[in-house]
Nanobody, 125 residues
Framework: QLQLVESGGGLVQPGGSLRLSCTVS????????IGWFRQAPGKEREGVSC??????WTNYKHSGRFTISRDNAKNTVYLQMWRLKPEDTAVYYC????????????????????WGQGTQVTVSS
């Protein structure tokens, strides 16, 4: 059974940082790409970052503030976020897909087969 579990969310002040984790089970990161998405209240889910099964990564936005990385030994993908802003407030999700070129194309939720339950990030003073 394939599972993804996000953690690391919370309340942070503007300008602060957080590191989100996505721990997977039932498959290996060598076989699946992992994408980070977020969804703010009343808005569509949007792609944030992606790491392919080969380890190459793409930031769809927020370049310079967000970095994706992975630790295959821990079956975990991280999203490090710096200089957070109130507009970064959202539920953050990780998702997995075996589609090999997903990270080189526009982030599309329909290309991902498996999703975590999400973790809330709130940026507020």
């Amino acid at each position: 059974q394939l599972q993804l579990v996000e953690s690391g969310g919370g309340l942070v002040q503007p300008g602060g940082s957080l590191r989100l984790s996505c721990t997977v089970s039932g498959f290996t990161l060598d076989d699946y790409a992992i994408g980070w998405f977020r969804q703010a209240p009343g808005k569509e889910r949007e792609g944030v970052s992606c790491v392919s099964s080969s380890g190459t990564w793409t930031n769809y936005k927020h370049s310079g503030r967000f970095t994706i990385s992975r630790d295959n030994a821990k079956n975990t993908v991280y999203l490090q976020m710096w200089r957070l802003k109130p507009e970064d407030t959202a539920v953050y999700y990780c998702a997995a897909t075996p589609y090999p070129k997903v990270c080189t194309s526009a982030p599309t939720t329909g290309r991902y087969d498996y999703w975590g339950q999400g973790t809330q990030v709130t940026v507020s003073s």
